[in-house]
């Protein structure tokens, strides 16, 4: 099945499930987490979240996404950049990805967008970011039947996801 990079607001896409890049402790943060939060309703999601937290990097879980234009929001906890060597972190963010697919494919999803997970404040580099995401989602892709869409916001992410895609579609 397709996947697809985009410049858009992630809390805008439309699809079956969204990824909030989370912390562990399934708390508001900053960047799309805080966005995501304040899309779906700070107060419901955060209810959802406290019943399921906390969570180890690398996992993920889900809730309802609320007011957000979704049916779940899937919350993966991606690595802390500096807190791991550079392979533990890659293989960290390659199962922060396939955790993430893996439920969604459980939940019934056919169309999932994700964020650029871990490369806001958690530090890691945004090309080695797209490059472990890009990897992960293709390996996901060649064994099962999904939609994905890899929603940028920025545009040092959009100018390097191109070496990625032939096509990639602002949506703003």
Do not use: W
């Not at 990897?135 to 099962?144: G, P, S, T, V, Y």
Request: net charge negative; hydrophobic share 45%; aromatic share 8%.
């Amino acid at each position: 099945m397709p996947f697809t990079i985009i410049q858009d607001d992630i809390t805008r896409v439309q699809a079956d499930a969204i990824v909030n890049a989370a912390n562990t402790a399934l708390r508001m943060g900053g960047g799309v987490c805080g966005a995501i939060f304040r899309a779906a309703g700070e107060h419901a999601m955060q209810a959802a979240c406290d019943a399921l937290a906390p969570i180890q990097t690398g996992q993920a879980v889900a809730t309802p996404a609320f007011a957000l234009p979704a049916r779940y929001v899937i919350h993966a906890a991606g690595p802390i950049y500096s807190a791991y060597s550079p392979q533990e972190s890659e293989r960290l963010l390659h199962q922060t990805y396939t955790s993430s697919l893996t439920l969604a494919q459980s939940l019934g999803c056919e169309r999932v967008a994700f964020p650029l997970i871990s490369s806001g404040i958690y530090g890691y580099p945004k090309a080695e970011a797209l490059a472990v995401a890009h990897r992960a989602i293709k390996d996901f892709l060649q064994q099962h039947d999904m939609d994905v869409v890899l929603v940028v916001f920025d545009r040092e992410a959009v100018a390097l996801s191109k070496q990625y895609m032939d096509t990639i579609r602002d949506e703003r």
